[in-house]
């Protein structure tokens, strides 16, 4: 949607559409943030805000930045929301517990660094109290519910957050998750839920209430990947202040990585698969899966036990006893003001022994050794969000077992240290939507996010609640530390040479063709197979290509071990662009079969049905 034609009432809140209507000047800081006041208005009590920032302040905030005039900062006028067990410096910290309410003196990192891209704060919204549930119901501030139908769940227990970015209420909001709080909402509202892998981002601001320290991290809602890597981007990295922040962190690369054209993905195998009697859930997933089989995608059918057993761990084991550390106290002396629900689990965490908590750990351990294969053998593991969405009515009748069945595909990814995308997937027929999630090993949150967002895209699905598209794509600019080259032969994707890239860093950038001046040959005797590009002067034709990015160290190791008659020089895209590529020898050429009319190497490789993989 352009920003010249951008309508006050349902106008989208992307980064894209922002970004480039305050830039050209066609959108203003001010305007937008009455458009938000306006639409908060019109929506009346929706149990989003436990604490609302006042209309008057935030356009003073706005009226400042276009003081100053636009800067080019990442978030410049952007506006967003904080999950409330979050502290901000000046504003009420209450854990969805009035009684326990306090002035945060500190920020920390993250946020610091949010409010210093130039983001404009909207408020400060509702939870599952202490974060603790799967549903959004567990506040004395009322329950959000699904910006489709008010008689559904917002999924918690970062209700409000999801509720905020899906109703169009700001452009992003920063969340925790632990046992899927970032990702349930996103499912149940049509948004995207980026949950980064624990120790990447600080939880610094995190209160002291109820925090899962060993597993919990910030999370990002927002209303395309892209706009959640950003943000990403932005607050990710080690904190020296911060016990449980992993050094590494500062080195994990964030830009979402396009998926090659064909890769391998795993889905939970056999009766694993569960829907609760859902058939549109079951439906909408096998669709999912036909996506992504229709993007490249190859499924593998994977033994989903190891990840079953640990989110079972998580709730039915001793890591409620961590939320004691900070709980008990609070338990003791606001007892009767807490939810009974989570009161109820609470009361559980001093069932377990230090004999329990160690058995859990060596467990855990021993299923993430289980699981390792399987990461050896996909790019990623998609899953439901959740296995099915229910009614308000529904989870007060039933509100831990249902809960429950809420978190058996997310209970378990943190607990083994992984990071998630969840992204919409499609709609029920009664118009209730519904997501998945696509999981990844530690660090590897640029591979699932590329290919999240390649799925979101390939939906069709508009943004949040609005009949907004998903705005145009634009590649990614190409850091100065990274290289490209073209790669024509055996070092494709899926090709028997294509680990050589990979183990060097290397990621899929796009698939291209050369200009019509080159021929392709088959160089016999070369093990595995590999063909010869050369340019000629005339006869020639286009070839296909797939263009890959190397880090420099990498790139130069790379090229220094191509063997002869091979090499590398610039190659002419189709597209006006040079770039390095695969040349050879012209004079290995003579005698080979000239393959040229197949348009590339996958080409003649496939041509009588075999596999790629020669």
């Known amino acids: 949607m352009s920003a010249m034609l ?10 894209t559409v922002l970004t480039k209507g305050y830039a050209s000047g066609a959108l203003t800081p001010t305007r937008v943030i009455d458009s938000i006041y306006d639409r908060i208005a019109a929506r009346g009590e929706d149990h989003v805000w436990i604490h609302l920032v006042s209309r008057e302040e935030a356009l003073s905030a706005a009226k400042k930045l276009e003081v100053q005039g636009y800067d080019g900062r990442p978030l410049w006028g952007i506006p967003f929301s904080v999950k409330d067990c979050n502290d901000i410096v000046g504003l009420p910290t209450t854990n969805a517990l009035r009684e326990g309410a306090y002035i945060a003196t500190s920020s920390g990192q993250a946020l610091d660094r949010i409010f210093d891209a130039g983001a404009l704060l909207i408020g400060k919204t509702n939870m599952d109290q202490f974060g603790i549930g799967l549903v959004g119901m567990r506040s004395p501030y009322g329950a959000c519910s699904s910006v489709f139908n008010d008689d559904f769940i917002s999924g918690g227990s970062s209700s409000g957050s999801g509720v905020s970015v899906a109703a169009g209420l700001c452009s992003f909001s920063i969340a925790n998750d632990a046992a899927g709080s970032g990702r349930v909402p996103a499912g149940f509202n049509n948004i995207v839920g980026i949950k980064p892998t624990p120790g990447l981002v600080s939880n610094a601001c995190v209160s002291g209430g109820g925090c899962v320290k060993t597993i919990e991290t910030l999370s990002v809602f927002s209303l395309t990947v892209e706009d959640g890597m950003k943000v990403l981007k932005l607050i990710a990295g080690y904190d020296p202040s911060y016990p449980f922040s992993k050094p590494e962190a500062d080195a994990v690369p964030l830009t979402p990585v396009a998926p090659p054209p064909r890769f391998r993905f795993g889905v939970p195998a056999g009766a694993a698969l569960r829907f609760f009697g859902d058939v549109e859930a079951e439906r909408l997933f096998n669709e999912a899966i036909a996506r992504l089989i229709a993007m490249g995608g190859e499924k593998v059918e994977i033994d989903f036990t190891p990840f079953e057993d640990t989110q079972r761990i998580l709730y039915e084991g001793p890591w409620i006893s961590e939320r004691a550390l900070s709980l008990d106290s609070v338990l003791a002396k606001y007892g009767e003001a807490i939810h009974p629900v989570t009161r109820q689990i609470l009361s559980r965490s001093s069932n377990f022994s230090a004999l329990d908590t160690f058995a859990a750990i060596h467990r855990i351990a021993e299923l993430k050794r289980d699981t390792r294969a399987v990461w050896q053998d996909i790019a990623v593991l998609m899953v439901p969000t959740t296995p099915t969405i229910y009614t308000k009515d529904e989870i007060a009748a039933d509100p831990v077992q249902l809960n429950s ?21 499609g709609f029920r027929k009664d118009g209730l939507p519904l997501g998945v999630t696509f999981l990844a090993p530690g660090f590897e949150e640029a591979r699932a996010a590329g290919i999240a967002a ?4 390939a ?35 899926g090709m028997p040479l294509n680990h050589e890239l990979k183990e060097r860093g290397g990621f899929f950038r796009r698939i291209a063709g050369t200009t019509a001046d080159y021929r392709l040959f088959a160089l016999t005797g070369t093990v595995p197979s590999k063909p010869g590009l050369i340019r000629v002067a005339t006869d ?66 496939t041509k009588d049905g075999r596999s790629a993989q020669v």
């Open 405 to 425: 069945n809420l978190g058996i595909y997310t209970n378990f990814v943190n607990l083994m240290g992984l990071c998630g995308i969840a992204v919409p997937n």
């Open 459 to 493: 939906t069709g699905l508009n943004l949040a609640k609005f009949a907004n598209p998903y705005p145009v794509s634009e590649e990614q600019a190409l850091s100065e530390d990274y290289r490209e080259i073209a790669v024509v032969g055996a070092h494709l994707s």
């Open 540 to 605: 020639g034709a286009s070839i296909a290509v797939e263009v890959w990015a190397l880090p420099v160290a990498g790139f130069g190791d790379f090229i220094g071990r191509i063997p002869a008659p091979l090499g590398v020089g610039k190659l002419t895209l189709n597209d006006g662009s040079t770039v390095t590529g695969f040349l050879c020898e012209v004079a290995a050429t003579e005698g080979q079969p000239d393959i040229t009319t197949f348009g590339g190497w996958r080409g003649y490789v």
């Open 454 to 457: 390649a799925f979101h895209r």
């Open 6 to 15: 951008w309508s006050d009432a349902t106008g989208s809140l992307d980064l």
